[in-house]
C-alpha cells in the first residue's frame, strides 16, 4: 500500500538515541582534530613557521581540509545513490567510521618537520569523517515524519556537543596544551580523539536498523553502475525539486563560513587574541555548552515555527558573532571608555563565543532536518549525499578562500569573508518556499514509493 511521509512511524526511543550517539561520538574528531587542539598543533608545532606569523602552516592546512572536502565532493552522491538502491547505508557507514578511527589514531607519529605525514593523515581522516557526516543524516527521514524531523534532528546536534565535552575533558586533564614543550603528551590527541570514536558510536551499529530494502541488479549491472544512473535520473528531476536546489546554494555560503570558523577559531584565539590557557579551555567548554543549547532548543522552535525562517534566525546570530570577532579589540576599548572598566581582548572574545555557540549547532541542524523534510525516503542518502556535496564544496570554497586572503591581509581582516558569507546565504535562503519543497517530496514519494 502506498504510505505518505506523514504516516512514517516515529522510531523507538533507543534507536533515535542509537542514530544521536554517532553525532555524540564523531565529535571528539571534529572538535580534538579540527578544531581546538591538533589545528594548533600542526600549524605551530608541526609547520612552526613563527616568523612569518604562521601563514604557511595555516595555508597548508586549508590546503590539506580542502583537499579530504573535494574527495568528498566527487564521491558523496555517487555512494548516496548506491546505499539507497543496495540498502547498505549502515555498511557504507561503518566502512567510513573504521577509516577515520584507524588514520586518526596515526596522527600520533606526526613530529614536528613531518608536515607532509600531517597533510595525508588529515585528508583521509577527515574525508572518512565527513563523508560519514553524510551516511548517518540520510538515516533522518526513516526516524519519524516531517513533524519531527527539527526535534531529531536538534537533539542529535546537541547529544554530539555533548560528546565535545566527554571527549575534551580527557585532554584537558592529562594531556595538557598543544604546545612544542609538551608534545610528547600531546601527541596522544589523536589516538585518544581515535579510541573515544571506536567505543562512542557502538550504539548506533547495535541499534539503529538499516530502513528500505535491497533492490535487485539488473542484468549486467552493478551496483556503482546502477549509482551513477541512478544520480543521472535524479538530475533530470531536478526543477522538481527546485527548493531543495536554491536552499542547498544556501548552504554552501552558509557552510564556507562555518567551515573557516570551525577550523580557524582557535587560530584565531591563539594568534589574534592571544588568549590565556585558561580562557582558552573556558572558550572550549562555553562553545560546547551553549551550542548544545542552541542545537536542542532551535530544534523544537522550528517544528514550531518552520525550519526556514529558524534557519535564518541562526545565520543571523551567525553574521552579528563574527562582526564581533572582527571587532573584539574595538568592542573592548569601547566597553572600557563606556563603563570605565579594564577588560582584555579575550573575556570579551569570549562572551563573543556564547553568540557564535548558539548559532553552531543550530544552524547545522536546521540544514540537516531542511534537507529530510525534502527528501523522498527512498532519496534520502542520494540527497543527503548532494547536501554533503554542497557542504564539502563550501569547504573547500571558504577554506581555501580565507587561506588566501589571510596570506595577503592577515588573518583578523579576512574574518569580514565569513560575515559576507553569511549573509549571501540569509539572501538566498528568502526564495525557498518550505511548503512547495515539502509537497514536492510528498507528491514523488506517494507516487512512486510502497510503504
Not at 546537541?158 to 566527554?166: D, H, I, K, N, S
Not at 569547504?395 to 588566501?404: E, R, S
Not at 553569511?422 to 514509493?449: K, P, S, T
Request: glycine content about 10%; charged content about 15%; hydrophobic content about 55%.
Amino acid at each position: 500500500m502506498l504510505r505518505t511521509r506523514k504516516e512514517t512511524p516515529r522510531a523507538s526511543k533507543k534507536e533515535i538515541f542509537g542514530w544521536a550517539m554517532f553525532d555524540f561520538a564523531n565529535q571528539s574528531y571534529t572538535l580534538l582534530i579540527i578544531t581546538v587542539i591538533f589545528p594548533v598543533l600542526f600549524t605551530t608545532v608541526i609547520v612552526g613557521d613563527a616568523q612569518d606569523d604562521y601563514r604557511l602552516g595555516n595555508l597548508l592546512w586549508s590546503v590539506a581540509l580542502a583537499v579530504s572536502y573535494f574527495i568528498v565532493v566527487l564521491s558523496g552522491p555517487v555512494f548516496g545513490a548506491i546505499m539507497d538502491f543496495s540498502a547498505m547505508k549502515k555498511r557504507f557507514l561503518f566502512y567510513s567510521y573504521a577509516l577515520t578511527v584507524v588514520s586518526t589514531a596515526l596522527l600520533y607519529f606526526v613530529e614536528p618537520g613531518l608536515v607532509v605525514l600531517g597533510v595525508i593523515l588529515i585528508i583521509i581522516s577527515n574525508f572518512a569523517y565527513a563523508i560519514g557526516e553524510n551516511f548517518i543524516a540520510a538515516f533522518l527521514p526513516s526516524l519519524g515524519p516531517p513533524a519531527d524531523m527539527g526535534k531529531i534532528s536538534g537533539f542529535g546536534w546537541a547529544l554530539g556537543y555533548v560528546g565535545g565535552l566527554f571527549s575534551a575533558g580527557f585532554v584537558i586533564l592529562y594531556l595538557g596544551e598543544p604546545t612544542g614543550d609538551n608534545f610528547d603528551t600531546i601527541r596522544w590527541v589523536g589516538p585518544w580523539a581515535a579510541l573515544f570514536f571506536l567505543v562512542a558510536a557502538i550504539p548506533t551499529f547495535a541499534w539503529v536498523r538499516e530502513p528500505g530494502l535491497r533492490q535487485e541488479l539488473p542484468a549486467g549491472e552493478t551496483f556503482v553502475s546502477m549509482g551513477f544512473k541512478r544520480l543521472g535520473e535524479t538530475l533530470r528531476e531536478l526543477p522538481r525539486f527546485r527548493d531543495l536546489g536554491i536552499f542547498l546554494i544556501s548552504v554552501f555560503f552558509a557552510m564556507a563560513a562555518i567551515y573557516i570558523v570551525v577550523s580557524f577559531a582557535f587560530i584565531y584565539g591563539d594568534q589574534v587574541v592571544q588568549w590565556d590557557e585558561s580562557v582558552r579551555v573556558l572558550m572550549f567548554v562555553v562553545v560546547q555548552v551553549t551550542a548544545a543549547a542552541g542545537a536542542f532548543l532551535f530544534g523544537v522552535i522550528q517544528d514550531r515555527i518552520g525550519a526556514r525562517l529558524t534557519y535564518n534566525l541562526t545565520l543571523g546570530l551567525w553574521f552579528l558573532g563574527v562582526l564581533g570577532i572582527w571587532a573584539v579589540t574595538d568592542i573592548t576599548v569601547w566597553l572600557n571608555s563606556q563603563l570605565g572598566t579594564s577588560f582584555e581582548d579575550q573575556y570579551v572574545f569570549l562572551w563573543i563565543g556564547v553568540v557564535a555557540g548558539l548559532s553552531l549547532g543550530s544552524s547545522q541542524s536546521a540544514s540537516r532536518a531542511m534537507v529530510g523534510l525534502f527528501s523522498p525516503e527512498q532519496k534520502a542518502a542520494e540527497f543527503f549525499g548532494f547536501w554533503g556535496l554542497s557542504n564539502k564544496v563550501a569547504g573547500v570554497f571558504g577554506i581555501i578562500g580565507l587561506g588566501l586572503l589571510q596570506a595577503e591581509f592577515g588573518l583578523q581582516q579576512s574574518v569580514l569573508f565569513c560575515a559576507f558569507l553569511f549573509l549571501v546565504a540569509i539572501v538566498i535562503c528568502l526564495f525557498v518556499n518550505q511548503e512547495r519543497g515539502e509537497m514536492a517530496a510528498d507528491d514523488y514519494h506517494e507516487q512512486n514509493y510502497i510503504g
